[in-house]
């Protein structure tokens, strides 16, 4: 069975951060709440990882912030799940009457933009938890239950959707909608989108199926290839099926083709 710390690992090596990387990113974030306990040093980091170390719960949420991890979620890795709480609480009456505190009223509500302190050039899952982003970019999703919706960000150098999905935007995922379409729609305006992840990431893109293979096919304004993957080596998270994006774009600091290989793997 997978530890906690190599989940976390195998999380931060997804994202391509190195040790510094989180480093750095945790003094920042401690320095912003004037805390020491939320920085996390390189040699408690690699124990975390790789020795068992249970970090403390300021270090644990650094690296949820950092990793856009679900906290309630990477506290369950290590045995503590928080759905469980009102039922325990149930389990030791007490016998004066008494307000309980362990259901906030909101455990969804969006933080308003923060300055991050890594950038995200590679399209990543966020799955249940939005970072740095305001409720004005979120509106654009108004309709859905965004509890019960994934999340992905449009990686800063990424333009295979472009003009689509521009770099950095947060799209919404159906993972209901995991079936590839063959037909039933008129023009690229209604095309699905997938959101698909492979073993060196995420990307987003137009799919057609081929007996055993995936076909990704980028948006022609974006003068990337096609990419052909063998079934078993991609994985269909979800339909796109919502989106919210700035129209300011973040400098280009090289050209690359974000999330997705410059070649078919394996082929």
């Not at 069975?1 to 195998?10: A, N, T």
């Not at 990113?25 to 980091?45: D, G, K, P, T, V």
């Not at 919706?149 to 800063?156: D, H, N, S, T």
Request: net charge positive.
């Amino acid at each position: 069975m997978e530890r906690p710390g190599e989940k976390l690992k195998r999380v931060r090596e997804r994202l391509k951060l190195t040790y510094r990387d989180v480093e750095k990113a945790s003094q920042a974030l401690a320095q912003r709440r004037a805390s020491n306990e939320f920085a996390i040093a390189l040699s408690r980091l690699a124990d975390i990882e790789n020795k068992g170390t249970v970090p403390t719960i300021f270090r644990l949420y650094s690296l949820c912030a950092i990793y856009r991890l679900n906290l309630d979620e990477v506290l369950a890795w290590y045995g503590v799940p928080l759905e469980q709480l009102p039922a325990e609480a149930l389990r030791m009456p007490l016998k004066h009457t008494h307000a309980a505190h362990f259901l906030p009223p909101a455990r969804f509500t969006v933080p308003q933009p923060v300055d991050l302190p890594i950038d995200l050039n590679s399209t990543t899952f966020l799955s249940h938890v939005i970072q740095g982003w305001g409720k004005t970019g979120l509106s654009l999703l108004n309709g859905w239950d965004l509890r019960k919706q994934r999340f992905g960000f449009i990686g800063l150098e990424d333009r295979s959707m472009y003009p689509v999905l521009r770099p950095g935007s947060l799209v919404l995922i159906d993972d209901d909608r995991r079936r590839i379409a063959a037909a039933g729609w008129t023009s690229e305006a209604d095309r699905p989108i997938y959101f698909l992840e492979y073993r060196g990431g995420f990307q987003c893109g137009w799919c057609n199926l081929y007996e055993h293979q995936v076909l990704v096919q980028p948006h022609p304004s974006s003068h990337q290839k096609p990419v052909l993957y063998p079934i078993g080596q991609i994985d269909v998270i979800g339909q796109v099926v919502g989106v919210a994006m700035l129209f300011e774009q973040p400098k280009r600091r090289r050209a690359r083709t974000g999330a997705a290989p410059a070649a078919s793997p394996g082929l």
